[in-house]
């Protein structure tokens, strides 16, 4: 495709001026911990099926986006090995027997190097796509993201990943704060709760678009022929 052809993708509230060469893919925190039985998310008493959902709607949008030659991104949320970064409110928050740092069954729990922390292999980034590293829920939180979709360029983003309602929304309203027009595919995201899910999608496109725009990844994918 022509990369600075302008298209629009069919879109709640209202069509969205998808421009290719304005525009990242930002995959959110996909991980192993979150998404895979016996990590994290399961350990926290989580149906990591509902997560799964989302896995094979993203591997079509990724494989589309780098077949188009367009920018892509990853994130994952995880500390620092000496947990530095890590506030005791959250390290506390739930009350669990397992916490963040914790030992677990794919080595320590959201730890940046461990095995849980990294991405799953169904979306694993190929050379030249940029990880962010975040150490809270949303990707712009003490994080070089801003400045790396700055010098690149790039004003908008198609933004999946889970989960809906708490790492996905949060940086969806950073983002739009900083002047960045998103755009979620529903069933690129996922929530452990459905309840949670149909909200954090509603929520986004409320208001005439008050903090981005919803579709699905067939719309996205057409636009990408």
Same mark, same amino acid.
């Given at each position: 495709?022509?990369?600075?052809?302008?298209?629009?993708?069919?879109?709640?509230?209202?069509?969205? @001026?998808?421009?290719?060469?304005?525009?990242?893919?930002?995959?959110?925190?996909?991980?192993?911990?979150?998404?895979?039985?016996?990590?994290?998310?399961?350990?926290?008493?989580?149906?990591?099926?509902?997560?799964?959902?989302?896995?094979?709607?993203?591997?079509?949008?990724?494989?589309?986006?780098?077949?188009?030659?367009?920018?892509?991104?990853?994130?994952?949320?995880?500390?620092?090995?000496?947990?530095?970064?890590?506030?005791?409110?959250?390290?506390?928050?739930?009350?669990?027997?397992?916490?963040?740092?914790?030992?677990?069954?794919?080595?320590?729990?959201?730890?940046?190097?461990?095995?849980?922390?990294?991405?799953?292999?169904?979306?694993?980034?190929?050379?030249?796509?940029?990880?962010?590293?975040?150490?809270?829920?949303?990707?712009?939180?003490?994080?070089?993201?801003?400045?790396?979709?700055?010098?690149?360029?790039?004003?908008?983003?198609?933004?999946?990943?889970?989960?809906?309602?708490?790492?996905?929304?949060?940086?969806?309203?950073?983002?739009?704060?900083?002047?960045?027009?998103?755009?979620?595919? @529903?069933?690129?995201?996922?929530?452990?709760?459905?309840?949670?899910?149909?909200?954090?999608?509603?929520?986004?496109?409320?208001?005439?678009?008050?903090?981005?725009?919803?579709?699905? @990844?067939?719309?996205?994918?057409?636009?990408?022929?």
């Amino acid at each position: 495709m022509n990369p600075t052809h302008m298209r629009l993708i069919d879109a709640e509230p209202y069509a969205f @001026s998808f421009e290719p060469d304005r525009c990242a893919l930002l995959i959110i925190d996909m991980q192993r911990d979150f998404l895979e039985p016996g990590g994290f998310g399961e350990m926290l008493g989580n149906d990591v099926s509902e997560l799964r959902r989302a896995i094979a709607p993203n591997q079509r949008l990724l494989a589309a986006w780098r077949a188009a030659g367009l920018r892509v991104m990853h994130t994952r949320e995880g500390h620092r090995p000496d947990l530095a970064d890590l506030p005791p409110a959250k390290r506390i928050r739930g009350r669990c027997a397992t916490r963040i740092g914790d030992a677990g069954p794919m080595g320590r729990i959201l730890v940046r190097g461990e095995a849980g922390h990294d991405i799953i292999p169904e979306l694993y980034p190929v050379a030249g796509e940029a990880v962010v590293d975040k150490p809270g829920k949303g990707a712009f939180h003490a994080t070089d993201l801003d400045a790396m979709l700055r010098n690149l360029g790039i004003t908008q983003m198609v933004v999946t990943g889970v989960t809906t309602e708490v790492c996905v929304n949060t940086t969806v309203r950073e983002a739009n704060d900083r002047g960045y027009d998103c755009l979620v595919p @529903s069933d690129c995201v996922g929530s452990y709760f459905p309840e949670f899910q149909d909200a954090g999608l509603r929520m986004i496109k409320a208001q005439g678009g008050i903090f981005g725009w919803v579709t699905d @990844s067939t719309k996205v994918l057409a636009a990408l022929l």
